[in-house]
């Protein structure tokens, strides 16, 4: 590259990357679409619509029932955002909360009322039509219902109810031209196969249709084509695949179990205050600037690359995060910085392979594009490893999980381009305007191989002291009453507390100085506050309140804030996290480990390799766990992110290292000694592990110091965690897999 193409590409680059800037900052139009601001944050950084439902005409319904009414409800309210939260309050009430929503008269029009949907027979049993096509009230053309619902469910006209749908989803299926039209797909209980298939059989011989009657309208009046006898059915005449996934939506509120009734809805503020995105953001540019100081000290003008390309790498995630409308909570901010992490990642990888060639004499510019070549099946692999998890649990996952998923697949894919070509790209105009001698990059030093195998029983001895001591502290929290882990509302539930002070309080003021009383008072060490707005209400949730203690906040609230004794109510609550969707995560990471089993059997051509990986994930979430276990940190949905992330983060590292094992038994056509393939292998890729690992740690310290203590629970576990990662990686994977190669079968020669 000529050094006036260099310097036009450094002037491009440079007014692109301030372009972003400007957009990611301010954003871009009116509405600021694509900026800082304009990104939809959870609950927990900035607050939402509340709707409480209670169960009409049954006030004490059971618990399976509830259970699936919610489960049911959690997925439907999932359109709004990943991040809503659907739980029980006392025994016959639902709450929904959305984030990043303001008005909630426009959600509980588009909800409707749950529980109530119908299958309706077009005429009844003497032939008199229980439907007709005409102007509706609303001064539209459909279908008019011509009797009530108590009258049509008295003649047997009502041929199901919401409750015999099992399911209903959008999907496609060919037409009788041979092209792809969306559709809804249903399928049926055992009792709804039944009556369906009875139903469907009187209509198909009379030709008429049954019509699907939810919340005061028809939404669908399909003709019966066949006696429909297998349980499931096939909905046509949408127009768009979005209009069979909205009806698809309707079918399933309107399936449940239960039907629900508006109690009251209210706009609620940020469970962890605006500190919390203030401190994030301070971390962040505090972290940033360290690993900036960390790559330039190592990496020189590589690593001035890198930097550039982190930036961008953070101007595109601000501009995505906003235009994909994806919700940002603590959990979504770990995905981001596991990215990070693993877009510094792959920038170490290459500059290790680059400073490498050049200490092998090669020309600057051609250990540049060899560096990059060798090293991209590692970056590939590492990514796409921590991409199957991703995808598996935003699939399979729900709430809090989905959310996690998506930003993280979002940032794994922005750090691989910014890695790959932003990087590539500023370090060729470098060269090209001059930049060229050997020492502005770096030469690699000879690797001292170290007999990490020789090591091993002792590693494996520490890691398997850690892990006992977490479950003989389990033990011990467990006999005294004090349960194995300390877990939060999000899991176990707990007392929601509404109380109308007499005055407006901030959240800061609420967490300043009402809570820590609350937490004196009732010896609760968890108090989630959330302020009503345009109210003086505030609700506290904490964990289950015994008599006593519900009286002793009473008590404190009554004398030292003058509230009257009927502005406070409390009411039991059930967790956040259903036991369905811990099941369906569990499922998810079951999925997803096979997938990763899968992928590294293929590509490495060894089962022991993703044995030896998994195995090491097995030791790396263990670990966590002991660490919940011994400092008694809040086990709640972050938790479950953490898990997530550390496997990311380690999968990633140890692919690295098994793929120098990979290439080192290639290029010695596999005659090498296994012990000394392992040795050479780790300790060629230990420098680019412990600088990954720097790196990483870097930023979540920063969250640490500068974070709120809500975001210093949620980034001890996350430090634990990568040093853990770090360690297995380098202590654990390889020397297993030495093991169990060794164990069940020689190595390949």
Known sequence: ????????????????????????????????????????????????????????????????????????????????????????EGSNRINIEIPGVSDANTILEELGQPGNLYFIAQTDSEGNENYTFGITEQGTIGYILNKTIEELEADGSIVLEGEDVAAAEAGYQQNSVGTNEPVVELTFTDEGTQKFADATTAAYAAGESIGIYYDGEFISVPTVQAAITDGKAVITGESTYEDAASLASLIRIGGLKLQLTELRSNVVGAQLGSDAI???????????????????????????????????????????????????????????????????????????????????????????????????????????????????????????IKGFAQTLALGIIVSMFTALVITRLISYIFFGLGLQSPVLYGKAKAVKVIDFIKMRKVAYLVSCAIIIAGFVFMGMNAGKGEGAFNYSLDFVGGTSTTVTFNENWTAAELDAEVVPKIEEVTGVKEVQVQTVTGTNEVIFKTTTLTVDQRSAMEEMLINDYGVSEDSIAAETISSTISSEMRTDAIIAVAIALVLMLIYIWIRFRDITLGAGAIIALAHDALVIITCYAITRLSVGSTFIAVILTIIGYSINDTIVTFDRIRENRDAHEKKSDRAELVNASVSQTLTRSLFTSITTFIMVLALYVFGVTDIRAFALPLMVGVVSGTYSSIFIASPLWYDLKGHFGKAKN
């Open 278 to 400: 203030r401190t994030s953001l301070i971390a962040t540019a505090v972290g940033f600037a360290l690993i900036a100081l960390f790559m330039i000290i190592f990496f020189r003008l590589l690593g001035l690359s890198a930097v550039f390309a982190l930036a961008y790498y953070c101007g595109l995630m601000v501009f995505l995060l906003s235009a994909f409308e994806m919700t940002l909570t603590l959990p979504g901010i770990a995905g981001i910085i596991l990215s990070i992490g693993m877009a510094v990642d792959a920038n170490v990888l290459v500059f290790a392979r680059i400073k490498e060639e050049i200490a092998t004499g090669n020309a600057v510019d051609h250990a540049i594009k060899s560096g990059y070549s060798k090293a991209l099946s590692a970056i590939l692999d590492g990514n796409i490893t921590t991409l199957i998890v991703a995808a598996v649990l935003a699939i399979k996952g729900t709430g809090t």
């Open 1 to 88: 590259m000529k050094k006036g193409k260099a310097f036009l590409g450094l002037l491009v680059v440079l007014a692109l990357l301030c372009g972003l800037a400007y957009t990611a900052i301010f954003g871009l139009g009116e509405d600021k679409s694509g900026s800082l601001s304009s990104i939809d944050l959870g609950l927990d950084l900035a607050g939402g619509v509340s709707i409480t439902y209670e169960v009409s005409g049954d006030e004490n319904p059971s618990a399976e029932d509830m259970s699936d009414t919610i489960y049911k409800l959690q997925q439907r309210v999932s359109q709004y955002s990943t991040e809503a939260q659907v739980y029980q």
